[in-house]
């Protein structure tokens, strides 16, 4: 099944959550599935690839990692859960190219400079299972031959190893990249698209589900609330309204970003989005919203004065965000943030 999180048209970039204390499935997210994806999350057997798919359906951050853990999180999917009870999640990104083979693949001891043991890796472990891979299309484009074997073929070695491994395994693929682009400028294996584009299923932008938003808005403020010792109760229909017209150019990352910074300005019961600049008016307005980058930086900048600018340790921007201090560190550097004095 391939979740699909880009657009033609709408090139925004966001992270959706993916946190398994999350949202869960979304009131009324399911209407967003057609037919045809339900009875792929509810009946493909676990040797069919399924993969909500990356190239140019919906954009990055609407959620695929959320409705990846739908399947293992819905009553209704309770026949799949019982043949597929474990889901392994791997997120591509997050690994240095040189990595991802060892942790799809694993490898055998002594297979290369710092190989001291033997490790398992995510196919193997996933044998019997789900398999997610996140941002399939930063996949190096050397490894690729090597997954399309073990998804048709059902095997694969480890790295220094001379044995085959069989593994019954289904899998779960998502990408924010528009593949078909990538095939052009052979970037991506067009034969291993195709394979993984068995079940593709498109994820809708936030702005494109609106309805969604006051659960989400509930949700985080519960969330956050205890984090920063407030006990968010109220949301005015002002508030609501404003925060279900606004465009959301970074998704659910900048919704997530906007509550947080929300949560630590109010005062009292009710939420106040307080100097939030929402330059937008609404929807479709080409140039006058903001990337993502600039939210982040802002909201960085918020949690950093909140603090008094200390990063590491208790109370700290990085346990306020959820981050480890090296990687607020680099995400600072990244966005040139730094104290003024």
């Known amino acids: 099944m391939l979740l699909d999180g880009t657009n033609r048209h709408d090139r925004a970039l966001s992270v959706g959550f993916c946190r398994p204390d999350g949202l869960g499935c979304v009131r009324h997210f399911g209407r967003w599935l057609r037919r045809r994806d339900r009875i792929a999350l509810r009946e493909a ?5 399924r993969t909500p798919a990356g190239g140019h359906e919906h954009p990055h951050g609407c959620g695929s990692p959320r409705l990846e853990q739908m399947p293992q999180r819905k009553a209704t999917l309770a026949r ?4 597929a009870s474990a889901l392994w999640p ?14 799809l693949f694993g490898h055998e001891k002594g297979a290369f400079t710092g190989a001291i043991a033997r490790k398992i890796g995510r196919f193997e472990l996933a044998h019997g299972g789900t398999l997610f891979l996140d941002e399939i299309g930063d ?16 095997e694969f070695e480890r790295i ?19 593949l078909e682009t990538a095939i052009r400028e052979n970037r991506f294996r067009s034969d291993l698209y195709y394979r993984l584009n068995v079940f593709p299923i498109r994820l809708p932008p936030l702005r494109e ?37 606004y465009s959301w150019p970074g998704n659910v990352r900048e919704l997530e ?25 609404g929807r479709g307005r080409a140039g006058a919203t903001r990337t993502l980058e600039e939210v982040e930086r802002e909201h960085i900048r918020a949690v950093l004065e909140l603090t ?3 990063v590491s340790g208790e109370r700290g921007a990085a346990e306020h965000l959820g981050m480890k201090p090296t990687t607020l560190e680099a995400r600072m550097k990244k966005l040139g943030i730094t104290r003024k004095e």
């Open 45 to 49: 057997p676990r040797d069919h690839v």
């Open 160 to 178: 220094g190893a001379s044995h085959t491994i069989t593994v019954d395994v289904r899998v779960i693929a998502a990408t924010n990249r528009d």
């Open 139 to 154: 996949l190096p484009l050397e490894l690729q031959p090597k997954l399309l074997r073990v998804l048709q073929e059902g």
């Open 308 to 310: 008094g600018w200390r």
């Open 80 to 83: 799949w859960n019982a043949r």
């Open 90 to 103: 791997l997120r591509n990104a997050a690994l240095p190219a040189g990595l991802v083979e060892s942790e």
């Open 257 to 281: 970003n906007v509550i947080e910074r929300a949560t630590i300005l109010s005062a009292g019961a009710e939420l106040d989005l307080g100097w939030w600049p929402m330059t937008t008016g």
């Open 209 to 245: 589900r609106t309805e969604d938003i006051p659960l989400m808005v509930r949700y985080l403020t519960l969330k956050y609330g205890p984090r920063f010792g407030k006990r968010i109760s109220n949301v005015s229909p002002a508030i609501m309204k404003m925060l279900q017209t």
